[in-house]
């Protein structure tokens, strides 16, 4: 079954999926969207260094995106303005990665498929290490959930009962930049925020609760992968930007459902 | 009568200089008793009850909690995210879960009962406030620190907000400690009152502090309902104590206290 290359893509889609639920309710929680991109284009100079050394280019996404998150972290602790810090170190990461990748000739040709995903490219090796990520970063965020919520609900009532807000921010920037290195094969660095925030804010319609949130994003994030896997194989469509449209097409829908 | 908080000679410098937001404050509060803090804008109350709580770092003096004292902390303006669903049963389990039961009698003794599926966003300042104080009653606390309880509602909310303190009182034997600005409610219902600007100005029984000279130089205008015209000018009458021989810049009003937030 494994060796079909929709399948293959199909359970590359869910796994993200099942991470992309909860992480992404914290990033809309918390108002990391920004955070978000910024870690996920400054991937794209992971793929250049990756490439350039003849590295997995997991872990070249990894080591660049844990460096984004600690200097982000570090650049709004030292009382940078967030908004405009962002839009610096997004659009500049964005940038250095796309120079950085022309130098490396082979890189050249298929740099649409880490802008944009590969996703039916996925390999059983792929596979195998979104699905551990994936376990590993749920894992993590269900064993902290109370801690996590508590404090992104507010850092002083979190810190009244003991909890260091800034050490479960450390552990949230962590998870995401885990899970930018997991989905730049699915969805690719430019759509990935993507993938985390618009099934989880069109999770928030139906969710009275945080834990109903997170598992309802996890639900929508899954169906737009199924329905944008399946409208890309049918219309010919690529594969990451046809995710991110079916995940939108959800949330318009439950824009609607508000309204009512 | 045992201290469940001692503090001596505690000094807290604004971060990153040497410039004090707090200079010399000596602080104790007993079981069962209501303390209240008062003081304009920028006096330091906020960062006090961080450093009561240990929250901040003390660049000088020191504070001493009792063993084992449990504390209910209701902060100061809490802005909840709207974007986190989260009904007040849920909220009432953050962060440490407790029982459908727990969570209805808690609700009731602070007159909320009912209000358990309701998400925290539907509530108004009051139910807000009962609510914040019944997740605070849940660790049955030993003390009860209440950052500005009442900021946001109107006058008869802030009366029964401060019969039902002294009610959490009588019942669980709390000791209380307060900021506040309603200064008439305040003066009622506290054992003692602190007057703080940078420094301790003045503190006794309600009705001594509100005697004192220092106290009205710093309130007088505030009786009068000038509370929002309040500025601390270094021209006032401000007779210092001999305690109390050191600038007041800390407290300018360029410099609010929700800057060190």
């Known amino acids: 079954m494994l060796d079909d290359f929709f399948v293959r893509a199909v359970l590359a889609g869910l796994g993200l999926a099942l991470v992309a639920g909860p992480l992404g309710s914290f990033v809309v929680w918390r108002r990391m969207a920004y955070f978000g991109d910024s870690t996920a284009h400054a991937a794209i100079l992971g793929v250049a260094m990756a490439l350039a050394f003849d590295m997995s280019i997991y872990i070249g996404t990894l080591v660049v995106a844990v460096s984004m998150a600690f200097l982000v972290s570090s650049l709004v602790a030292r009382g940078q303005v967030m908004d405009t810090m962002l839009g610096v170190l997004s659009h500049s990461a964005l940038a250095f990665g796309l120079v950085a990748i022309s130098f490396v000739p082979s890189a050249r040709s298929d740099l649409s498929g880490y802008l944009f995903g590969d996703i039916l490219a996925v390999g059983r090796p792929d596979l195998a290490l979104i699905w551990t990520g994936a ?17 992104s609900l507010n850092e002083e009532l979190a810190m009244a009962a003991g909890i260091n807000p800034k050490f479960e921010r450390l552990v949230l920037s962590l998870a995401l930049a885990v899970v930018v290195a997991l989905a730049i094969r699915v969805v690719g660095s430019l759509l990935i925020s993507a993938m985390l925030i618009v099934p989880a804010a069109a999770a928030r319609v139906w969710a009275r609760s945080p834990e109903r949130m997170a598992a309802v994003a996890a639900l929508i994030a899954a169906a737009s992968v199924v329905a944008g896997l399946f409208s890309s194989l049918r219309l010919d469509t690529p594969a990451g930007p046809s995710i991110v ?8 829908v439950s824009q609607g459902v508000r309204r009512t | 009568m045992t201290m469940l908080i001692q503090a001596d000679r505690m000094t807290i410098n604004r971060p990153g200089t040497s410039e004090p937001v707090l200079a010399d404050v000596d602080f104790q509060i007993a079981e069962g008793e209501i303390v209240t803090v008062v003081g304009p804008n920028g006096s330091g109350k906020s960062s006090l009850i961080r450093a009561l709580l240990g929250q901040m770092v003390l660049s000088g003096g020191k504070v001493d909690r009792k063993q084992g004292l449990r504390i209910g902390y209701v902060p100061q303006r809490v802005q909840l995210d709207t974007a986190i669903p989260m009904t007040v049963r849920r909220f009432l389990s953050l962060p440490t879960r407790v029982t459908d039961a727990e969570a209805a009698g808690v609700l009731e003794r602070t007159g909320v009962s009912g209000l358990g599926p309701r998400q925290l966003t539907q509530l108004s300042g009051g139910q807000f406030q009962r609510v914040l104080l019944a997740r605070a009653l849940l660790r049955a606390p030993h003390l009860l620190v209440l950052d500005e309880p009442t900021q946001g509602l109107d006058q008869p909310g802030i009366v029964a907000f401060y019969q039902l303190i002294e009610e959490v009182r009588r019942q669980s034997g709390a000791a209380i400690l307060m900021v506040s600005h309603d200064l008439l409610v305040v003066m009622r219902s506290s054992d003692r009152v602190i007057c703080l600007n940078g420094h301790i100005c003045c503190e006794g029984t309600p009705q001594a502090v509100s005697s004192a000279p220092e106290y009205r130089a710093l309130f007088g205008a505030e009786a009068q309902g000038m509370l929002a015209l309040y500025r601390h000018q270094h021209d006032h009458d401000h007779d210092h104590g001999p305690a109390c021989g050191h600038s007041h810049d800390a407290a300018s009003p360029q410099n609010p206290e929700t800057q060190n937030a």
Do not use: E, K
């Not at chain 1, 965020?141 to 996590?148: E, K």
């Not at chain 1, 449209?245 to 318009?252: E, Y």
């Open chain 1, 135 to 151: 376990i590993l970063v749920v894992g993590l965020l269900v064993l902290r959930w109370q801690r996590l919520v508590t404090s």
């Open chain 1, 245 to 252: 449209t079916a995940a939108a097409l959800i949330f318009l």
